[in-house]
């Protein structure tokens, strides 16, 4: 019997949705909030390995949906939560293209891999942050706003950023993209 890509992209798809969810659920003391620590979101340097690529980004974007389900912050945090973990994932899923255009040196590998997750990182505070602010004060205010964002930020440079690399390099020796 020969499995067809298509479902096994499915299959990753649902996998990768059901951990994101699992992981933002299961830790939500710490996963929502003006400051949180999402340790699901190390799972966003995904799309960067060949084997997971649009398939992680679809699965991560679905996981930032069921996995806000229960935020304080619904109805927003449904659509908010998504459009941030898409544009972060589909940002390191275009490094992980370029690091397999320009060269498979191990250093190289992971500088990307580092940048696109602090890219992702940056915007996701930016993102979230702006959100928070209005669901909480009801109007934007710029102390509240840099106060969150850096809070958002610290928690996403130890998730996505140091997570997502341990995770990454764990990956390239158990799953080689060729």
């Known amino acids: 019997m020969e499995i067809v890509e298509e479902e096994i992209d499915i299959v990753y798809v649902s996998v990768?949705?059901?951990?994101?969810?699992a992981l933002t659920i299961a830790l939500g003391f710490i996963s929502y909030g003006p400051i949180q620590f999402r340790i699901s979101d190390a799972l966003l340097i995904l799309p960067y390995h060949k084997r997971f690529g649009k398939s992680a980004i679809i699965g991560l974007t679905i996981g930032g949906f069921?996995?806000?389900?229960?935020?304080?912050?619904?109805?927003?945090?449904l659509l908010v939560g998504p459009v941030a973990?898409?544009?972060?994932?589909?940002?390191?899923?275009?490094?992980?293209?370029?690091?397999?255009?320009v060269g498979r040196g191990s250093y190289l590998y992971m500088g990307l891999a580092i940048t696109a997750s602090l890219i992702g990182s940056?915007?996701?505070a930016l993102i979230?942050?702006?959100?928070i602010v209005i669901m909480e004060l009801n109007v934007f205010e710029w102390g509240a706003y840099v106060g969150i964002v850096i809070?958002?930020?610290?928690?996403?440079?130890?998730?996505?950023?140091?997570?997502?690399?341990?995770?990454?390099?764990?990956?390239?020796?158990?799953?080689?993209?060729?």
Do not use: K, Q
């Not at 996995?67 to 945090?77: A, K, L, R, T």
């Open 16 to 21: 990768i949705a059901a951990m994101y969810t």
């Open 66 to 77: 069921l996995g806000n389900i229960p935020s304080p912050y619904v109805p927003w945090d």
């Open 85 to 101: 973990n898409f544009i972060a994932a589909s940002i390191v899923y275009g490094c992980g293209e370029l690091s397999r255009r």
């Open 122 to 124: 940056i915007l996701i």
């Open 128 to 131: 979230v942050a702006y959100e």
């Open 151 to 178: 809070s958002v930020f610290i928690g996403e440079l130890v998730a996505f950023v140091l997570g997502g690399a341990v995770l990454l390099n764990h990956l390239r020796f158990v799953m080689p993209e060729e």
